[in-house]
């Protein structure tokens, strides 16, 4: 029986690609010149610093661009909210996020069920949800559905089984 697996995942590297660029062009633009703009990466979350919140707004913005470039979704971008810290900076932290959580997997089900295709069923799994079905057709048709929808996360599709 045809399958295929929904999933949501960020690749690291092109975020660690556009982290580095940002903060190289942060270093040369002559509007961040003084400000000590800085991005800081780790494994689940980044760390925006600079001197005022309208810098962090524009540090923010240039990070968003240099995703784009780098064909990271922005969906996986979870920005929390600007913090005052000493001597007059601010910073800012911005989870990564990752996996289908169930809320969205339940989603995912339901836009399946509406789908009204009796042969199609999903299942979630951890933090990926399979979706069967008895034809290739109504898989391909199930994925596009949910290109269409406006899910919290962006999706992949993997593990696609004849």
Same mark, same amino acid.
């Given at each position: ?16 690609? =556009? ?38 707004? =524009? ?92 899910? =919290? ?10």
């Amino acid at each position: 029986m045809p399958s295929f697996d929904v999933v949501s995942e960020v690749d690291l590297q092109e975020v660690r690609n =556009a982290v580095d660029q940002a903060n190289r062009e942060a270093t040369t633009r002559f509007d961040f010149k003084g400000t000590d703009a800085l991005i800081e990466f780790s494994e689940k979350e980044l760390s925006l610093s600079a001197t005022t919140a309208d810098r962090l707004r =524009a540090l923010y913005q240039l990070l968003e661009e240099k995703m784009v470039k780098r064909s990271v979704s922005l969906k996986t971008l979870d920005a929390g909210k600007i913090e005052e810290a000493s001597h007059n900076s601010a910073r800012q932290k911005v989870a990564l996020k990752a996996g289908i959580s169930q809320d969205v997997g339940k989603q995912i089900n339901k836009l399946v069920k509406d789908m009204g295709l009796k042969s199609l069923s999903s299942s979630i799994q951890g933090d990926h949800v399979r979706v069967t079905g008895k034809q290739r057709d109504d898989l391909q048709r199930a994925i596009t559905v949910f290109k269409e929808a406006d899910l =919290a996360v962006p999706l992949q599709f993997t593990n696609f089984r004849d």
